[in-house]
């Protein structure tokens, strides 16, 4: 069985840094390509940051270029989001995502509250 567990979420003030992470089993990590996903209340699910299978290839939402670093250990079949200088408009839930680079089959965690504030 297929899951994804999310950790490391919290409350944090502005200008502060959570890392995320993102622990998978029943797969085989390494075959599949990696992404974070965040919603914010009354918002559409969006996209933050994705990874190739290798971990050689990343590309981030321009609202967190700069700021998040996503990084993979396959080893340890966990993938982590660096956040810093986080602000509050960064709150909302964070969800990793992980799809097959075959199969194109999708797996979701289920989640961890992110929130900035003062």
């Known amino acids: 069985q297929v899951q994804l567990v999310e950790f490391g979420g919290g409350l944090v003030q502005p200008g502060g840094s959570l890392r995320l992470s993102c622990a998978a089993s029943?797969?085989?990590?390494?075959?599949?390509?990696m992404s974070w996903y965040r919603q914010a209340p009354g918002k559409e699910r969006e996209l933050v940051a994705s990874?190739?299978?290798?971990?050689?290839?990343?590309n981030y939402a321009d609202s967190v270029k700069g700021r998040f670093t996503i990084s993979r250990d396959n080893a340890k079949n966990t993938a982590y989001l660096q956040m810093n200088s986080l602000k509050p408009e960064d709150t909302a839930v964070y969800y990793c995502k992980v799809v097959h680079i075959l199969s194109r089959n999708t797996y979701w965690g289920q989640g961890t509250q992110v929130t900035v504030s003062s």
């Open positions: 029943g797969l085989t990590f390494s075959n599949y390509a």
């Open positions: 990874i190739t299978s290798g971990g050689s290839s990343t």
